[in-house]
C-alpha cells in the first residue's frame, strides 16, 4: 500500500516524525506495527528491505503518525524525504495492546524507554479514553533529555509523568526502571495483598523488559511488554524477530506472535 508524506519533520536531536495519509483506510489499534521503505522514486534494492515502525497515533482524519529515530542509512532516507511524496507501507501488522480487562486494576502503570515511547502515547490516549477516571502513571526513560519524547502530551492524559534520565539532565537521575521500583517499593503490592492492584505497560530495549520483569514477577502485578525487534518482512517469513518462550517450547515470532506479549510469556534474560 501507498501512503503520501503530510509532514516529515524533526521533533529534537535524531527523532523525527511522519504524519501519513495512506491511500486506503487503515483501521489499527494501540501496539501495533508498520512496515516501511521509501517509494518508486527510490531504487528497490537501496534500501533493498523495509523497516519496522511502530505506530505512533492514528488521527480521527485517517492519518497515521510514525515517531522514529535517525540511526543508519534507511532511517536516514526516511528523514530525507519530503511533503507529497510516497512510500510504501504494509500493515497494520501484529497484535496491539490489550486494554479491556484492566477495569479491576487501580493504577496503570506505562513504562517507556527512548524510542519505547512510540506506541505508548496511542496507548494512553486509548486508555484514557475508556476509562476516564483511572490513575494512570507514566515512567519515562532516557539517556538524557533529548531522549525524552512526547513529555506534554504524556501530562495531558495521564494522572502524572515521572522522568528519569542516565546523566541526570532532567528528572530522576538513573534508569527509568529504578524510578519504577522506588515507586512500588512505597507500600508495594504482594501476590497475597495487591494492595494498588496495578497493571504495568511498557516498550523498550530489552535490558529494561527483563528488568521490569525481575521487578514485578516476585510482586504479583500483571506485565505486557512491546517488544522491540529487527525485522526483514514483518509476516513471519524470514524468521528474523524470534523470541524466546518462557515455557520453553521454542520461540515466539515478534511480528506474528507480537510485539505485544504477557511479560511472563516471553525468556528476555539473554538479549
Same mark, same amino acid.
Given at each position: ?21 495512506? /491511500? ?16 518508486? *522514486?527510490?531504487?528497490? *534494492? ?32 526516511? %528523514?530525507? +524525504? ?7 507501507? /504494509? =500493515? ?8 479491556? $480487562? ?7 502503570? !506505562?513504562?517507556?524507554? $527512548? ?11 486509548? !486508555?484514557? %479514553? ?10 519515562? =526513560? ?14 495531558? !492524559? *495521564? ?5 528519569? &534520565? #542516565? ?27 495487591? /494492595?494498588? #492492584? ?5 516498550? =523498550? ?6 528488568? @521490569? ?9 500483571? &506485565?505486557?511488554?512491546? +517488544? ?37 510469556? @516471553?525468556?528476555?534474560? $539473554?538479549?
Amino acid at each position: 500500500m501507498k501512503a503520501k508524506i503530510i509532514s516529515n519533520s524533526c521533533v529534537k536531536g535524531p527523532y523525527y516524525k511522519f504524519i501519513l495519509k495512506p /491511500l486506503a483506510l487503515v483501521k489499527s489499534v494501540p501496539g501495533q506495527f508498520l512496515m516501511i521503505r521509501p517509494g518508486s *522514486s527510490y531504487s528497490p *534494492s537501496d534500501p533493498l528491505l523495509p523497516r519496522p515502525f511502530s505506530i505512533h497515533r492514528a488521527t480521527a482524519d485517517g492519518n497515521i503518525e510514525v515517531l522514529y529515530k535517525r540511526v543508519g542509512k534507511g532511517t536516514a532516507i526516511l %528523514a530525507s +524525504l519530503s511533503v507529497e511524496e510516497e512510500l510504501e507501507i /504494509l =500493515g497494520p501488522l501484529g497484535n496491539g495492546f490489550v486494554i479491556d $480487562g484492566i477495569a479491576a486494576a487501580k493504577e496503570v502503570l !506505562v513504562v517507556a524507554g $527512548g524510542i519505547g515511547v512510540a506506541p505508548m502515547l496511542g496507548l494512553v490516549e486509548a !486508555v484514557r %479514553a475508556s476509562y476516564p477516571e483511572k490513575e494512570i502513571r507514566v515512567f519515562l =526513560g532516557g539517556r538524557g533529555e533529548t531522549d525524552l519524547l512526547c513529555v506534554e502530551e504524556l501530562k495531558a !492524559v *495521564s494522572t502524572k509523568v515521572i522522568l528519569a &534520565t #542516565n546523566d541526570g539532565t532532567m528528572g530522576f537521575k538513573g534508569y527509568v526502571t529504578e524510578a519504577l521500583e522506588k515507586y512500588l517499593s512505597h507500600s508495594p503490592p504482594t501476590p497475597h495483598s495487591p /494492595l494498588r #492492584n496495578p497493571i504495568i505497560y511498557a516498550c =523498550g530495549p530489552s535490558p529494561m523488559l527483563q528488568r @521490569v520483569s525481575e521487578i514485578t514477577e516476585p510482586l504479583g502485578i500483571e &506485565t505486557y511488554f512491546s +517488544l522491540e525487534a529487527n525485522m526483514a518482512c514483518g509476516i513471519g517469513l524470514c524468521m528474523g524477530c524470534a523470541v524466546r518462550r518462557r515455557d520453553g517450547k521454542g520461540y515466539y515470532l515478534v511480528c506474528m506472535d507480537g510485539p505485544v506479549f504477557r511479560g511472563e510469556s @516471553v525468556d528476555l534474560s $539473554g538479549t
